[in-house]
């Protein structure tokens, strides 16, 4: 590991280790931007390394979206295996039952998230597992016949498992499991549990 990578790990450790309770969801947000920033010295492109749709579902309210991704193309070694990360910007369609239970409501969702992702086999297994925590913004507050919400800003943190496959592994699929909430910033604060599957597909 060179100099620059020792310094950008060890930034993500002080921010990740030094947060506690309600604020590791901004310290995580902040740690994947602390990545990019002690790397800044480094040429960086705006293309975008690949693009996604995913649909998902809390089995009344139903969700669609398409997004980018961008590399970070940095490495870790962690114990058997090599941890790896990405931006992921995401425009997203929720459907779900209206308060007054007499029509169907939606709203639009645009997210940013960093992504941490670990392969075994010294990284390279086509299996991986990954989580992120993401900022949300939707266009209106989610209001269901069930939950409210009270804030159009919240927190988007998921885990999820996947698998590569293809000729040079250009092709992708994910199952993830997602949280949001506005992590107490206003209450009522009742969060919102999504299974999703993903497709995606990478530029190589």
């Keep these: 590991m060179n100099p620059k990578e020792r310094g950008t790990t060890r930034c993500w450790l002080t921010v990740t280790l030094t947060s506690t309770s309600r604020s590791t969801l901004v310290a995580l947000v902040g740690a994947a931007a602390c990545l990019v ?40 070694e962690l114990g058997p295996g090599r941890l790896t990360g990405f931006w992921e910007s995401s425009v997203s369609r929720w459907s779900y039952p209206a308060p007054d239970g007499r029509q169907t409501a939606w709203l639009a969702k645009f997210g940013l998230t960093p992504v941490f992702r670990y392969r075994p086999d010294s990284g390279t297994s086509a299996w991986f597992v990954e989580g992120g925590v993401g900022v949300n913004l939707t266009t209106t507050v989610y209001q269901t016949d069930r939950k409210r919400f009270s804030t159009s800003f919240n927190f988007g943190s998921h885990v999820g498992v996947g698998l590569d496959f293809g000729a040079s592994r250009q092709h992708e699929v994910v199952l993830r499991l997602e949280h949001f909430s506005n992590a107490g910033i206003k209450h009522p604060n009742p969060g919102e549990n999504f299974v999703q599957l993903r497709y995606a597909y990478h530029f190589r």
Excluded at 50 to 70: C, I, P
């Design 37 to 76: 920033v002690a790397d800044a010295t480094r040429a960086q492109t705006l293309a975008p390394s690949g693009a996604f749709l995913q649909v998902g579902t809390t089995g009344d309210t139903h969700e669609g979206s398409a997004g980018l991704t961008w590399d970070w193309n940095r490495d870790w």
